[in-house]
């Protein structure tokens, strides 16, 4: 229970904000160097590979025309088909049998049907031509409806319940191939317009194979007219494509410039079907029903085929129509009358149920565009990615490296209380300035700390460390000597690394107090420059310090001030209590000198210092005499 409540109280009392430590360790920046590099180039390859800065638009087919001519000639020779028609009989199942009479020309209007972005070619049709009649004709002792019927040789039957007044009906069923489809020439024109161009997303594009140019406007919503502008380019080039996307030739040609494809895009019903690699020979074993009668699989020409004309990708003004083909059952029907019901029930029309290769046209694909946002974003995700090597090596350095890592955390995470800080910058100022005091008074050559005293120093600090010649050297215990065996040279080494930084400029043996404690409190988080800016009533702080100040350190701040004019003005001080400038300084709130000694006074070294009691007064001549300086 007291674990959450302390978790919950650290979450609300204070905030997490970034830290950057420099650490200074040559294989780690060198690791972190590569793996920027990597991952730079791994982030420019995907950037520019995936065009992450493109958008796209999806045109749509807002023009299409096709339609179809007749051929240009007809075989003369037998055509298989036409005169051996039992060659392609079928039996699907015992309700569905194909025999084939023979062949013949298709009527005007007949040769195609056309539905939307799709046109329908017959090859192979059933016609059920029926003639009904009414209860006087369908009676058996008239039978004019039997002797009609005989007549034509198809086959009477009777309704059960009577249509329209029609009481029995007449069939004759005739079926046939058409002749030579595949000579007839299919052509077609397009264009497209797409919307939502632009970085705004207020662009519009339009083209047409009747076109010279493609055309551009900034007006969307549907403003057109005046506003399309030509652009600079040569208007939509369609190349036609097989089903494996080669190119592959219509008409001669395989690239149609708007020029070219003036009178239309197209050629032979054999070469499109050339371009998706079928013709109507073809046997498919997939669409076999595997009934017991069944012999072979039925050819094309019988079921139909199945024809896609994509017209894809548009990359810039290049259109391009790849055809595709499949065999299956395409079929579809019509009713034509030739006489209308009558009141005597006397009627006649033929039901065609008819099989062929169906051209459907379907256009997609995209047309690309620089957008700023995407590109603003593929830059983001780039700089993302780069960051990655500097947190793989920095969770490297936190948590792997032993105690090398120990230190590096402890460095990059710090818990920062501005009141506690201030007091503790104070202290270890105070307990600096004492200590090298000290040292200096109790010198006997009067220089000061020297590297002998360094020497001396770290002999003690590492004795459980150090071999037995620097332990005899030093006159150190064999007590827990331990495992160590730092040498001479070694230890020569570290004092020269230590003296490097803190000796006088004009004496490498004797430390500068000065360098010395610039260097001793180098990483404090607090400063004395802060302390006084922190203290200093005469400043005027602005509304967000103000407002986000510690509510602790305010407190303990207007506490400290309250109490100090207390001591200031509110208490009478004697004339033997202002001996001293620090006692000066305290009383009477301004700094009158700073010649302040806050060493300790020993008459001769000791083993045992006898302790002293720090006063108020070390205090402030130490932070008066700090702030002069």
């Known amino acids: 229970m007291d674990d959450c409540y302390s978790t919950g109280k650290s979450l609300v009392s204070g905030i997490h904000v970034q830290k950057t430590v420099a650490i200074k360790n040559v294989r780690l920046g060198v690791l972190q160097c590569v793996l920027k590099v990597a991952a730079g180039i791994w982030a420019v390859i995907l950037m520019f590979s995936m065009r992450a800065y493109d958008s796209y638009a999806v045109p749509s087919i807002s023009i299409l025309e096709a339609w179809q001519e007749p051929p240009l000639s007809v075989p003369t020779g037998d055509l298989i088909y036409c005169t051996n028609p039992a060659h392609f009989h079928y039996v699907f199942n015992d309700d569905y049998i194909y025999n084939m009479s023979g062949c013949e020309h298709l009527p005007f209007g007949e040769e195609y049907t056309k539905r939307g972005n799709s046109l329908f070619f017959p090859t192979s049709i059933d016609d059920v031509y029926v003639w009904t009649f009414g209860a006087n004709e369908c009676d058996a002792s008239n039978a004019s409806a039997q002797a009609f019927c005989n007549e034509k040789g198809g086959m009477l039957r009777t309704l059960g319940i009577a249509q329209s007044g029609a009481a029995c009906e007449c ?233 090398l890592s120990s230190i590096y955390f402890a460095a990059a995470n710090t818990s920062v209380n501005v009141a506690d800080d201030c007091k503790a910058a104070v202290t270890r100022l105070i307990t600096s300035e004492a200590a090298m005091n000290s040292i200096d008074a109790n010198s006997i050559d009067a220089k000061g700390i020297t590297k002998d005293h360094v020497r001396d120093f770290l002999a003690r600090l590492l004795k459980n460390h150090i071999g037995p010649k620097l332990r005899k050297r030093f006159r150190l215990s064999e007590h827990n000597q331990g495992e160590g065996d730092l040498q001479s040279e070694e230890l020569e080494r570290l004092v020269e690394f230590v003296m490097e930084s803190i000796h006088k400029d004009d004496d490498d043996s004797t430390v500068d107090a000065e360098k010395y404690l610039k260097l001793h409190h180098r990483n404090d988080p607090v400063q004395l420059a802060d302390i006084v800016h922190l203290f200093d009533l005469g400043r005027a702080q602005g509304p967000l310090e103000s407002f986000f100040q510690d509510r602790e350190t305010f407190r303990r701040h207007n506490f400290a001030k309250e109490k100090a004019a207390q001591n200031a003005y509110g208490s009478k001080v004697s004339s033997n209590d202002k001996g001293s400038p620090a006692q000066q300084t305290l009383d009477e709130g301004i700094p009158t000198s700073v010649v302040v000694n806050t060493s300790f006074q020993v008459a001769e070294p000791q083993l045992v210092r006898p302790a002293r009691v720090w006063k108020k007064g070390h205090c402030a001549a130490l932070l008066a005499k700090r702030q002069l300086e």
């Open 171 to 403: 069939l004759l069923r005739h079926s046939f191939f058409a002749v030579h489809p595949e000579g007839r020439r299919l052509f077609f024109s397009h264009g497209f317009e797409v919307s939502n161009l632009g970085a705004l997303g207020y662009g519009r594009m339009r083209g047409s194979t009747r076109l010279d140019k493609n055309q551009y406007t900034n007006f969307g919503n549907g403003n057109y007219g005046d506003h399309w502008q030509d652009l600079h380019d040569e208007g939509i080039l369609t190349i036609i494509q097989d089903h494996s996307g080669k190119s592959c030739s219509l008409g001669g040609s395989s690239r149609f410039s708007p020029a070219a494809a003036r009178q239309g895009i197209g050629g032979l019903l054999s070469e499109w079907m050339a371009c998706a690699g079928v013709d109507l020979q073809l046997a498919d074993e997939k669409i076999r029903s595997r009934h017991r009668l069944e012999q072979t699989a039925p050819v094309a020409r019988l079921t139909g085929l199945e024809l896609h004309v994509q017209l894809v990708d548009f990359v810039g003004v290049v259109c391009y129509a790849r055809i595709s083909a499949i065999q299956l059952w395409n079929s579809e029907n019509s009713v034509s009358y030739t006489q209308l019901s009558g009141d005597m029930g006397r009627s006649s029309y033929r039901s065609r149920l008819q099989r062929g290769t169906e051209f459907r046209f379907v256009g997609h694909g995209r047309i690309e565009f620089l957008d700023f946002i995407l590109l603003t974003t593929a830059i983001s995700n780039m700089f993302t990615i780069m960051s990655i090597p500097a947190f793989l090596v920095g969770l490297l350095a936190l948590y792997c490296l032993g105690p």
